[in-house]
């Protein structure tokens, strides 16, 4: 059977069945990011046509894994065992895809396209599984309590990689010096961990109550200057971030900036808010202020697509 599946590598990428199904498989990821994040979503559309889908494909696999660990398969009645099951199988048809070129599976199909074209690889898809494995591997009844280095690992896994992948994506066909190619790829990792670092200030209601998680190291609940401690964080890693983009194409500049900024403006966000208000409600970037960010995005790429 595997040599049979392994075979499909052959097939010409232009060949009609072949090109429906990744279609068919391209288009359920673009209503995966629809689906689960209105702002990933409106970012994509800045991107130009030529990564758009690729970065959408990205998402749908890590969205769905994050589903399997963050409650989906617990809510459909897999026991911590099986819900462990499903996501190894997950990553297993996930790295086989990616030697073959195919799955049955639309989410990793569409995915292993991408990674094949991008030259993403396992290096940065076995840390990103090793940290969902990570968020089923706390004792029952047990808050997982996320120390300095176990917060370092899981981001690097669950966010940086990602960053990585959108990075390979933006900068297929480009020549970048060894210099410059590190500078950027600083810049993707940062910004993947400022985003990771964000969500888990503004989840910690639900990370700390219904998923008995900790990612922030804290054992209590979080004081205010403990908050503005990782806001400082936060905004490191954004500063780094933004140096990155002039490295980027053009053609990826805006989308990035607009996320950016939606998460600069996010942080303020959560910096003017109390501690303990931060357990009680998930803090959200209005629409109206979401459409500006991203027209401030496109108007600073244009200025400078102009020089």
Not at 229 to 252: E, H, K, T
Request: aromatic content about 6%; hydrophobic content about 45%; charged content about 25%.
């Amino acid at each position: 059977m595997i040599g049979r599946r392994e075979a499909i590598a052959n097939v010409p990428a232009d060949a009609p069945a072949l090109a429906k199904f990744t279609d068919t498989a391209e288009s359920v990821s673009e209503r995966v990011i629809g689906s689960y994040s209105t702002s990933f979503g409106g970012a994509t559309r800045l991107l130009g046509k030529r990564h758009r889908r690729h970065v959408r494909n990205i998402y749908a696999l890590v969205r769905v894994a994050d589903e399997i660990v963050d409650g989906v398969a617990s809510q459909a009645g897999l026991s911590p065992a099986a819900q462990m099951d499903a996501l190894d199988r997950y990553a297993a048809e996930t790295h086989l895809a990616l030697r073959t070129g195919y799955s049955s599976d639309l989410v990793i199909h569409a995915f292993a396209r991408t990674a094949r074209a991008a030259g993403i690889d396992a290096s940065l898809t076995e840390p990103f599984f090793a940290s969902m494995r990570s968020d089923l591997t706390s004792p029952n009844e047990q808050r997982a309590v996320f120390d300095r280095a176990a917060h370092a690992t899981y981001v690097y896994g669950s966010a940086e990689v990602v960053g990585l992948m959108c990075l390979r994506v933006f900068l297929r066909g480009s020549d970048l010096t060894t210099a410059d190619r590190q500078q950027v790829e600083h810049g993707a990792q940062q910004l993947g961990a400022a985003f990771q670092n964000i969500n888990f200030l503004r989840d910690l209601g639900d990370d700390t109550a219904r998923l008995g998680r900790s990612y922030l190291g804290n054992d209590e609940l979080l004081t205010d200057d403990q908050v503005e401690a990782w806001v400082s964080v936060i905004r490191s890693q954004l500063a780094d971030a933004q140096r990155a983009i002039p490295f980027l194409p053009l053609d990826a500049r805006a989308a990035v900036r607009a996320a950016l900024a939606l998460f600069a403006n996010l942080t303020d966000r959560v910096a003017r808010t109390p501690a303990r208000d931060l357990y009680l409600s998930r803090i959200r970037v209005p629409n109206p202020v979401k459409a500006a960010l991203a027209l401030s995005a496109v108007l600073t790429t244009l200025r400078e697509g102009k020089r």
